[in-house]
């Protein structure tokens, strides 16, 4: 991945649906330079999905656990990734182990989703943060 890549994954970042004729305007190449580059970075991976994001007007939350220190912490994630409200779920190194990015309709679905993630086995503790605020970056 060179510097073109990065900078072609910057615009999809932002906007998904940029038409790559705005994007190759952007970063000074062609269309079908873009094009290419975006179906070879899917290809191998690179980029994994376009996705939406949305402005719900619901209650966005990250839910931090910690987990075992015997546990798969892979499978725990794929666990948390089948709830209807999950947006990301992220392995992370630190305190917790696990960050959980929820949009519930109101705070008693987001407390309801921690007493969810308290009642797994493998779940030492968890640790909420309401999402007050999101800038694009």
């Known amino acids: ?3 073109l890549d990065r900078a072609i994954i910057g615009h999809l970042r932002r906007d998904a649906r940029t038409p ?4 190759a ?7 079908g330079t873009v094009r290419n580059r975006v ?5 191998s991976g690179v980029i994994e999905r376009f996705t939406v994001s949305t402005h719900t007007g619901n209650v966005q939350a990250m839910i931090e656990a910690s987990v075992e220190v015997d546990v798969d912490t892979a499978e725990v994630c794929a666990r948390f990734a ?6 990301f779920v992220w392995q ?4 917790e182990d696990v960050v959980v990015v929820v ?11 921690i007493t969810r993630a308290r009642s797994m086995p493998e779940v030492k503790r968890t640790k909420t943060r309401l999402i007050l605020d999101e800038r694009l970056g």
């Open 92 to 95: 992370v190194s630190g305190e």
């Open 25 to 31: 305007e952007r970063v000074g190449t062609s269309e």
């Open 82 to 87: 089948e709830w209807e409200e999950v947006d």
């Open 1 to 3: 991945m060179d510097d």
């Open 103 to 113: 949009d519930a309709a109101d705070t008693e679905r987001v407390n309801e989703l």
């Open 39 to 43: 179906e070879r970075l899917t290809e």
């Open 20 to 23: 790559f004729t705005e994007i």
